[in-house]
């Protein structure tokens, strides 16, 4: 009757030989830190409602299609026979180039530089005398 997550800290028990949490009400992914259990010969969490990869590790690829089965086909890997999809890329409104959105920000970037830059030319020039003049009552 365990619901909730994984707990993590499952991965600091080093020694742990067997963990069987299958027929359970657990939710979310498998934690990473499971996967430094070296020393784990058995491992169930089926018929969960768990989601997300199975990360690959050396103990983790022992594990069949049983230990991971009737958690809704949302668990992806190597274990499951699944591939995990990428995540999706993100879009942009408007005109941009195929290749990747951050060539679109570079073009914001370049604009906004090369908009101040002739501002500041052209404020500069139009008040270099009253600029020049200001240093020299300075100094």
């Known amino acids: 009757m365990l619901s909730g997550n994984v707990p993590s800290s499952f991965g600091k028990l080093s020694n742990l ?5 299958s027929g359970n009400q657990l939710s979310g992914q498998i934690p ?10 058995f491992f169930n969490v089926s018929f969960n409602n768990l989601s997300g990869p ?5 103990q983790f690829n022992t594990f069949g299609n049983n230990s991971f089965m009737g958690n809704q086909g949302l668990l992806c890997g190597m274990q499951v026979s699944k591939e995990c999809e990428d995540p999706p890329s ?6 941009q180039d195929s290749e990747s959105g951050y060539f679109f920000n570079w073009k914001i970037v370049l604009i906004g530089y090369g908009g101040g830059l002739v501002a500041g030319l052209a404020l500069g020039s139009a008040f270099s005398h009253d600029i020049l003049m200001c ?3 300075m100094f």
């Open 17 to 21: 030989e067997a963990l069987d949490l």
């Open 32 to 41: 990473p830190q499971l996967t430094e259990l070296t020393f784990l010969e």
């Open 54 to 58: 199975i990360r690959e590790s050396k």
């Open 90 to 95: 993100p879009t942009f409104d408007g005109d």
């Open 135 to 137: 240093f020299m009552r």
